[in-house]
């Protein structure tokens, strides 16, 4: 006869077994809409991005489409980015969650080059800053003040509506990220940098960023 103890420990294991496979099962949920929904942006950037191109060949207001454009896009990168986070926060750092950010990061970028061309090239009253972050760093033992910067630049952006923040890991050691890191000198996190202009390189004050923005209402609304 098996014994009592036997029973319980194989009830225990089918029953984490169990639970392991809810989890996987919901892990993979995630990751599907999560793929997904990296898609749809990355279609709509490119549709956008050849759509501006062939307006320049026949000599229209890129501008116009560009902004009505980018209200799109600015707002679904931002539920998006919520969504990874959360993805984030209830994994263990999945292959999987590291390939839908890495795709994102790329995506974001794209935007940020069409959020900047709206203020550089149209003259909007919009305000761009890049904020680079430690990536892989959840202990925050690499930029220990990363969080603290994070919270600042959230506050800028919900205290100034013309203004968006697109962060880049700067130790994620891709082409791109290389690139614009080099251009400013950004060897560590925080790092942040403000309408192309200026480098702070370090965690900066809420107060200072303010002084060298224009605060405003949201024009894309």
């Not at 560009?66 to 993805?87: F, H, P, T």
């Not at 050691?173 to 890191?181: A, I, Q, S």
Request: proline share 2%; aromatic share 10%.
């Amino acid at each position: 006869m098996v014994s009592t103890y036997v029973k319980g420990i194989a009830l225990g294991a089918v029953l984490l077994i169990a639970s392991m496979s809810a989890l996987w099962i919901l892990d993979q949920q995630r990751t599907s809409i999560l793929s997904k929904e990296i898609q749809d942006m990355t279609w709509e950037i490119e549709d956008s991005r050849l759509y501006l191109e062939y307006l320049s060949t026949l000599n229209e207001d890129s501008c116009a489409v560009m902004k009505a454009r980018v209200v799109q896009q600015v707002g679904k990168s931002d539920e998006l980015a919520k969504k990874i986070d959360a993805y984030k926060n209830a994994n263990m750092f999945s292959e999987e969650y590291y390939a839908i950010k890495k795709t994102f990061i790329y995506k974001n970028f794209e935007l940020f080059l069409n959020f900047k061309s709206l203020r550089d090239d149209c003259g909007e009253n919009v305000n761009y800053v890049i904020y680079f972050y430690a990536e892989n760093d959840p202990d925050q033992s690499i930029c220990p003040d990363c969080a603290v910067q994070a919270d600042i630049l959230n506050t800028l952006g919900n205290n100034c509506e013309n203004t968006w923040i697109f962060a880049l890991p700067y130790n994620s050691y891709t082409d791109l990220v290389n690139v614009v890191r080099d251009q400013y000198g950004v060897t560590s996190g925080p790092a942040v940098v403000v309408n192309g202009e200026s480098v702070h390189r370090g965690m900066v004050e809420l107060s200072t960023l303010e002084a060298e923005i224009t605060c405003g209402e949201n024009p894309l609304e």
